[in-house]
C-alpha cells in the first residue's frame, strides 16, 4: 500500500486511476476516513468487504461529487430529499433513496434502496470529481475501520486499522484529522417524511429549522437494514462505563468542565460538544494504545449533537436499545 502524506494533483490522479482499475483507497472525509472502491466494480467491492471484515448484507454508501450526480444511483427522489441535498452537500448527510439499476445488489445489501452522500473536505472533492473525469459514476466508501471498531479520523489511525490488510496496488491519502470526526448523519428518504437512522453532525433541529421538513426520529419505525442500527459497534477493546464520576486508574472521556483527580487517566477533556465529537474517537483508540482495561465515558444529555455523541457511546459499550 502506498501511503500519501503530500496529496498534490499528481497524487490524487494516480489515485483517482487506481479507483477507477479496482483498486482501493482511503481517504479522508470531514466526518471519518472512508474506505473507498468503484461503486460500480463488484470485485473491487468485494475486496473493501473483505479488508473490513464485513458482512456483504451491509449496504456501502456511495459518495459523489456534487448533487448532480445523484439522478444516476437514485430515482423517484422526494421533494424534501432534493431540498435536503440542496441544502446540506457537501456535508455530513447521507440519504437513502430508491435505487437506480446503477446501484448493485452489492452495493446495497440486496435491499431496493441506496446511500448518498457528497462529502465536504476538499481532497475528498478532487478524488471524486477526477474519478469522475475518468468516466467513474461514484466511490462506495465505508468508514475505513475493521467492521465493529472505531472508525479512523487519520490516516495513522487507518494504518494501524486496516493497513494489514491493504496490497501493494492500494492506496492511503493522507490530510491530517477529520474536521468533525463521527460518522455522517444518516436519513431515510423513502417515506412521506424523512426518517434519521444515524443521528450526526447535521441535526434534527437543523433541518427542521433551516429547511422546515419535519423529521421522524423513531427508529423502530424502518425495515431499512443498516449496521448503524446495530446495538454494538464502534467499539474500541477497552470496556466502557458510562457515568459522570472518573475513577482512579481508568481512563476517562467527559467534558472538560468534569473535575478528575489526578490518578484519573484523562483521555480527552472537550470544551464544547463539537470538540467533543471531533475527539472522541481518537480518545478511544488512544485507549487501546494505552491497553487500557477500563474508560468511564461521560455523555452529554439532550438534542442535537448530544444525540449522536451518545448514539455512538451507547454502541461502543454495546448496550444501546434504540
Ligand atoms: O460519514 C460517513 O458516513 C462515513 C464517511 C466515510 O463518508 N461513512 C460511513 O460508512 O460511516 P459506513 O459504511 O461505515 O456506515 C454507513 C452506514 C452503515 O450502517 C450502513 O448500513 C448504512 O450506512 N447504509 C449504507 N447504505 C445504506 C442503505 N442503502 N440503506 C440503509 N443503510 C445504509
Ligand atoms: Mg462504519
Known amino acids: 500500500m502506498e501511503f500519501i502524506s503530500n496529496c498534490t494533483t499528481d497524487a490524487i490522479s494516480k489515485a483517482a486511476k487506481a479507483l ?16 473507498g472502491a468503484d461503486a460500480t466494480n463488484e470485485n473491487a467491492i468485494s475486496q473493501v468487504y473483505a479488508v473490513k471484515g464485513r458482512p456483504t448484507d451491509h449496504p456501502l454508501i456511495v459518495h459523489i461529487s456534487s448533487i448532480n450526480q445523484m439522478s444516476k444511483w437514485a430515482i423517484d427522489i422526494p421533494d424534501y430529499a432534493i431540498k435536503l441535498a440542496r441544502d446540506f452537500w457537501p456535508g455530513p448527510i447521507t440519504l437513502i433513496l430508491k435505487r437506480s439499476n446503477l446501484a448493485k445488489d452489492f452495493i446495497t445489501g440486496g435491499q431496493d434502496n441506496v446511500g448518498l452522500r457528497v462529502p465536504n473536505q476538499p481532497l475528498a472533492l478532487a478524488l471524486l470529481a477526477e474519478f469522475e473525469s475518468l468516466g467513474g459514476q461514484g466511490v462506495a466508501a465505508p ?50 417524511i424523512p426518517l434519521i437512522l444515524r443521528p450526526g453532525a447535521i441535526t434534527a433541529e437543523m433541518i427542521e429549522n433551516k429547511v422546515g421538513i419535519k423529521m421522524n426520529k423513531n427508529l423502530t419505525n424502518t425495515s431499512t437494514k443498516s449496521s448503524g442500527l446495530m446495538k454494538k459497534h464502534y467499539s474500541p477493546k ?8 472518573p475513577k482512579p486508574g481508568y481512563g476517562f472521556i467527559g467534558l472538560a468542565s468534569i473535575f478528575s483527580e489526578p490518578n484519573v487517566i484523562r483521555l480527552a477533556s472537550p470544551i464544547s460538544l463539537v470538540e467533543y465529537s471531533n475527539q472522541l474517537y481518537s480518545a478511544l483508540r488512544l485507549a487501546d494504545n494505552l491497553l487500557l482495561k477500563k474508560i468511564v465515558v461521560s455523555i452529554p444529555e439532550g438534542d442535537g449533537l448530544a444525540w449522536a455523541i451518545r448514539d455512538r457511546v451507547e454502541k461502543a459499550a454495546g448496550n444501546n436499545d434504540a
Open 143 to 192: 468508514s475505513a475501520n475493521r467492521f465493529g471498531a472505531v472508525s479512523p479520523t487519520s490516516a495513522s489511525a487507518v494504518r494501524e486499522e486496516i493497513g494489514e490488510y491493504l496490497i501493494s496496488s492500494d492506496f492511503i491519502l493522507d490530510q491530517g484529522i477529520c474536521s468533525i470526526g463521527i460518522e455522517s448523519t444518516i436519513v431515510e428518504c423513502l417515506g412521506e
Open 238 to 245: 477497552a470496556q466502557i462505563e458510562i457515568s459522570n464520576d
Open 20 to 35: 477507477k482499475d479496482g483498486h482501493l483507497v482511503a481517504f479522508p472525509t470531514e466526518t471519518v476516513y472512508g474506505l
